[in-house]
Antibody, heavy 116, light 112 residues
Framework: EVQLVESGGGLVQPGGSLRLSCAASGFAFSSYSMNWVRQAPGKGLEWVSFIGTITSTMSYADSVKGRFTISRDNAKNSLFLQMNSLRAEDTAVYYC?????????WGQGTLVTVSS | DIVMTQTPLSSPVTLGQPASISCRSSQSLVHSDGNTYLSWLQQRPGQPPRLLIYKISNRFSGVPDRFSGSGAGTDFTLKISRVEAEDVGVYYCMQATQFPITFGQGTRLEIE
């Protein structure tokens, strides 16, 4: 069974940092590109970042470029999102999702709240 | 950026009746590799998104055959042949042809 389990969310002050993790199981993680997608409370879905199977291939939404960094550890079947200089508008549930061009699996999400 | 526009934004339907959601992209979703990376997602209340359809018309594993996708270029449609109670939720179209990946605003499916 495919599983994507996010962790690392929580309450952080504006300007602070958080590191999200996504643990993958049940599929050949290293063979799949991965993404982070977020959803602000009561709002729609917003793509955040992409990383290819080759870690040199990355892409970011303009809203997070220069502040967030995506990475992966294929040996540990894990995806990460380092979030710096957090703002109130980054408050959202963050989902990891595999291969959005094809058979995409989604995790349950982890809530990030940016507030003083 | 490619803008994805869904209609309607809300769709009250009767159990057992069909439902249809349209999605239009601001530019063609045909990739240089010949594929069209248009997907449909379902988000039930309190749940994460779930993939229903990918590459226009390919039903994902475990998705009931009452869900079908069609279209080409810039115009796409998700159809539910006979709505069931478990289909209540918000449906999103998504394009992954070009970065940034973008989503429609969502269509809320409600039972009348």
């Amino acid at each position: 069974e495919v599983q994507l389990v996010e962790s690392g969310g929580g309450l952080v002050q504006p300007g602070g940092s958080l590191r999200l993790s996504c643990a993958a199981s049940g599929f050949a993680f290293s063979s799949y590109s991965m993404n982070w997608v977020r959803q602000a409370p009561g709002k729609g879905l917003e793509w955040v970042s992409f990383i290819g199977t080759i870690t040199s291939t990355m892409s970011y939404a303009d809203s997070v470029k220069g502040r967030f960094t995506i990475s992966r550890d294929n040996a540990k079947n894990s995806l990460f999102l380092q979030m710096n200089s957090l703002r109130a508008e980054d408050t959202a549930v963050y989902y990891c999702a595999s291969s959005l061009r094809g058979s995409a699996y989604w995790g349950q999400g982890t809530l990030v709240t940016v507030s003083s | 950026d490619i803008v994805m526009t869904q209609t309607p934004l809300s769709s009250p339907v009767t159990l057992g009746q069909p439902a249809s959601i349209s999605c239009r992209s601001s530019q063609s979703l045909v990739h240089s590799d010949g594929n069209t990376y248009l997907s449909w997602l379902q988000q039930r209340p309190g749940q994460p998104p779930r993939l229903l359809i990918y590459k226009i018309s390919n039903r994902f594993s475990g998705v009931p055959d009452r869900f079908s996708g069609s279209g080409a270029g810039t115009d796409f449609t998700l159809k539910i042949s006979r709505v069931e109670a478990e289909d209540v939720g918000v449906y999103y179209c998504m394009q992954a042809t070009q970065f940034p990946i973008t989503f429609g605003q969502g269509t809320r499916l409600e039972i009348e």
